[in-house]
């Protein structure tokens, strides 16, 4: 069975800086793109960022120029390094990942930007 457990949520003040992590763990073969996305109450959860084989990066325009995902193949692990945070990157920030063929999401953690 593979699992996703994040890490690195936490309060923050505006113009903070976070970083999460993830790490994908069980009977792993194959890892084709690895994720975050976020929700905030009353919204849809929506995609911050994503990394792919080889290196490519999307990121929400929202996101632009302040947060950095990357990917560590060997630890099977994603991060997103979130820098000058604003009130509304609040939400619960889920890894995800397209393992072994299949969707998987972690529990989310939460992230609050407020002074």
């Known amino acids: 069975q593979v699992q996703l457990v994040e890490s690195g949520g936490g309060l923050v003040q505006p113009g903070g800086s976070l970083t999460l992590s993830c790490v994908a763990s069980g009977s792993i073969f194959s890892i084709t793109i690895m994720a975050w996305y976020r929700q905030a109450p009353g919204k849809e959860r929506e995609l911050v960022a994503r990394?792919?084989?080889?290196?490519?990066?999307n990121y929400a325009d929202t996101v632009k120029g302040r947060f950095t995902i990357s990917r560590d193949n060997y630890k099977n692990a994603v991060y997103l390094q979130m820098n000058s945070l604003k009130p509304e990157d609040t939400a619960v920030y889920y890894c995800?990942?397209?393992?072994?063929?299949?969707?998987?999401w972690g529990q989310g953690t939460q992230v609050t930007v407020s002074s």
């Open positions: 990394v792919i084989n080889g290196g490519g990066t």
């Open positions: 995800n990942g397209n393992i072994n063929g299949r969707r998987y």
